[in-house]
């Protein structure tokens, strides 16, 4: 309890958790009752019920969903017209890791928040079915955006790792490789910054405690529209 000791005392500026999930509120209500920003590693919670406890809180709450801080999303997200957008499919999948929370929740985040972030607005329309693995959970999704639709594979079931985002557009098609950090559209590779996303991710945290502009990865309500469509998919397939 030694990050205790130093927000008691008011011994640094902010705090970044990441410790297991079933945890994370517990510690953000403290800090954040003491008025910390936080950065908290994905979920930020197993049940938007339980991260909903976080809402009367005011200093900044940064979930680390990495792909909404690599430089292929922001560049999607500042290039691109929602109305644009044909459809969306991506991929999440790897062997392992076998937790004991389920890979809805482990995966999904990824993948699920891509299509939140576009829309600002959860799926109007919400399909899921599990298929088999030889070990661990592998799920196929359809999330339905008022006639948009986002295709989605994840899973810990598999053989090979991947991380990849399509987004289909009357321009042509994105494709986003995560795995090797680059961005192509029509077979022509988007020259982009060399910067990971975690270093993304944590240059944002530190501008967002020194100067508190909005950035729709820090609203709140994204992270509750998330966790809600993860349990909702949960339950379809279950």
Same mark, same amino acid.
């Given at each position: 309890?030694?990050?205790?000791?130093?927000?008691?005392?008011? @011994?640094?500026?902010?705090?970044?958790?990441?410790?297991?999930?079933?945890?994370? &509120? #517990?510690?953000? *209500? !403290?800090?954040?009752?003491?008025? %910390?920003?936080?950065?908290?590693?994905?979920? @930020?919670?197993? $049940? +938007?019920?339980?991260?909903?406890?976080? /809402?009367?809180?005011?200093?900044?709450?940064?979930?680390?969903?990495?792909?909404?801080?690599?430089?292929? %999303?922001?560049? /999607?997200?500042?290039?691109?017209?929602?109305?644009?957008?044909?459809?969306?499919? $991506?991929?999440?999948?790897?062997?392992?890791?076998?937790?004991?929370?389920?890979? &809805? %929740?482990?995966?999904? =985040?990824?993948?699920?928040?891509?299509? @939140?972030? %576009?829309?600002?607005?959860?799926?109007?329309?919400?399909?899921?079915? $599990?298929?088999?693995?030889?070990?661990?959970?592998?799920?196929?999704?359809?999330?339905?955006? #008022?006639?948009?639709?986002? !295709?989605?594979?994840?899973?810990?079931?598999?053989? #090979?790792?991947?991380? *990849?985002?399509?987004?289909?557009?009357?321009?042509?098609?994105?494709?986003?490789?995560? /795995?090797? +950090?680059?961005?192509?559209?029509?077979?022509? *590779?988007?020259?982009? =910054?060399?910067? @990971?996303?975690?270093?993304?991710?944590?240059?944002?945290? &530190?501008?967002?405690?020194? *100067? $508190?502009?909005?950035?729709?990865?820090?609203?709140?309500?994204?992270?509750?529209?998330?966790?809600?469509?993860?349990?909702?998919?949960?339950? &379809?397939?279950?």
């Amino acid at each position: 309890h030694n990050w205790k000791y130093l927000a008691d005392f008011q @011994l640094c500026d902010a705090f970044v958790i990441a410790t297991p999930p079933d945890s994370h &509120i #517990e510690i953000a *209500e !403290y800090l954040l009752q003491r008025n %910390f920003p936080i950065m908290v590693e994905k979920p @930020l919670a197993l $049940s +938007h019920q339980e991260a909903a406890k976080l /809402l009367p809180y005011s200093p900044a709450i940064l979930v680390n969903h990495q792909h909404l801080f690599s430089n292929a %999303f922001e560049y /999607l997200n500042s290039h691109l017209q929602l109305s644009n957008i044909l459809s969306i499919f $991506s991929q999440g999948t790897g062997w392992g890791p076998f937790r004991d929370y389920s890979p &809805i %929740f482990d995966y999904g =985040p990824h993948d699920v928040s891509f299509g @939140l972030a %576009f829309w600002k607005k959860s799926p109007k329309v919400i399909e899921a079915r $599990s298929f088999q693995a030889m070990q661990g959970s592998n799920t196929k999704l359809v999330l339905d955006y #008022e006639g948009i639709k986002h !295709y989605c594979v994840l899973g810990n079931g598999f053989a #090979e790792k991947r991380r *990849e985002l399509e987004v289909h557009t009357t321009q042509g098609k994105y494709v986003y490789d995560g /795995l090797h +950090h680059t961005l192509h559209c029509n077979n022509q *590779e988007i020259p982009l =910054p060399s910067t @990971l996303p975690l270093h993304n991710s944590c240059r944002a945290f &530190i501008q967002q405690v020194q *100067e $508190s502009k909005y950035d729709v990865r820090f609203d709140f309500s994204l992270q509750l529209r998330l966790l809600k469509t993860l349990e909702e998919i949960q339950k &379809i397939r279950s």
